[in-house]
């Protein structure tokens, strides 16, 4: 069985495409999802349908190269933090950005049960608002 930490690294691999599919097959049934208050997509998901319409489409749509990545993985035991930047250019306004973030995993027999994201939300609104 793969460690807590094995499992997170795993959903930074690849293009988003691939994100996304190792993400979802290590969430738990029931989880809670939670984007940081301020950032554009902000809201509390609780299935991956939820996370995908309301998070990864826009992502994917609204911005080119929209990307985690990641500088450090932190092993917790039960809860993993990955820290990083966010890097992409937002389509309307060609403004590119870089934002900081950190993202905080608990995981319970081997799923995750929670996610919550910390983000440096006024330079993503400085791209899309192409200040």
């Not at 999802?33 to 902000?42: D, I, S």
């Not at 609780?46 to 932190?74: C, I, M, Q, S, Y």
């Not at 060609?94 to 995981?107: I, K, P």
């Amino acid at each position: 069985m793969k460690t807590n930490l094995e499992i997170i690294k795993g959903i930074y691999l690849g293009d988003a495409q691939q994100n996304a599919t190792n993400l979802e097959a290590v969430l738990a049934p029931q989880f809670e999802w939670r984007e940081a208050a301020g950032f554009p997509y902000t809201g509390s998901f609780h299935n991956f349908d939820e996370v995908a319409k309301n998070l990864f489409a826009p992502l994917a749509t609204e911005w080119t190269g929209f990307r985690a990545h990641v500088d450090n993985f932190f092993d917790a035991g039960a809860t993993i933090v990955v820290t990083g930047f966010y890097r992409g250019t937002y389509n309307k306004t060609q403004r590119g950005m870089e934002a900081a973030f950190a993202h905080v995993w608990t995981l319970q027999n081997g799923k995750i049960v929670r996610y919550v994201q910390c983000a440096d939300t006024k330079k993503v609104w400085d791209a899309m608002q192409g200040a």
